[in-house]
Nanobody, 116 residues
C-alpha cells in the first residue's frame, strides 16, 4: 500500500523556521522524483520545490528561492523541506508528491501557519 505521510507543520511566527518531512512506503522511493506543493485557501495548488530521484537536481518556485531547501534521504525513504525566513504568505497546506513518469502519489498534507 502506497503511503506518503507528511509531518512537521504547525504555527510559527514570521521569520521563523520549520522542517517538513514526508515518509514514504509501499513503492521504490529511490526511483521517484519528489516534490512539495502547497495550497492556500482560495488558491490553486502550486509547486514549491522538487528534487530528482537521486537528489542530483533541485528546483524551486521563485517565491521560496533562497529560503527553502528540499532534500531527500533514500536510505530512510524520506524527503524534507527546510523552510527558513517564513512569511505570512507561506501559510498553506503543504503536500508531498512522488512522481515517476505518468504515475504519481500524494500525501494528505500538513498545515503550515505563519502568524504573529
Amino acid at each position: 500500500q502506497v503511503q506518503l505521510v507528511e509531518s512537521g507543520g504547525g504555527l510559527v511566527q514570521p521569520g521563523g523556521s520549520l522542517r517538513l518531512s514526508c515518509a514514504a512506503s509501499g513503492f521504490t522511493f529511490s526511483s521517484y522524483a519528489m516534490s512539495w506543493y502547497r495550497q492556500a485557501p482560495g488558491k490553486e495548488r502550486e509547486l514549491v520545490a522538487g528534487i530528482t530521484s537521486v537528489g542530483s537536481y533541485t528546483n524551486y518556485a521563485d517565491s521560496v528561492k533562497g529560503r527553502f531547501t528540499i532534500s531527500r534521504d533514500n536510505a530512510k525513504n524520506t524527503v524534507y523541506l527546510q523552510m527558513n525566513s517564513l512569511k505570512p504568505e507561506d501559510t498553506a497546506v503543504y503536500y508531498c508528491n512522488a512522481r515517476r513518469g505518468l504515475l504519481g502519489f500524494w500525501g494528505q498534507g500538513t498545515q503550515v501557519t505563519v502568524s504573529s
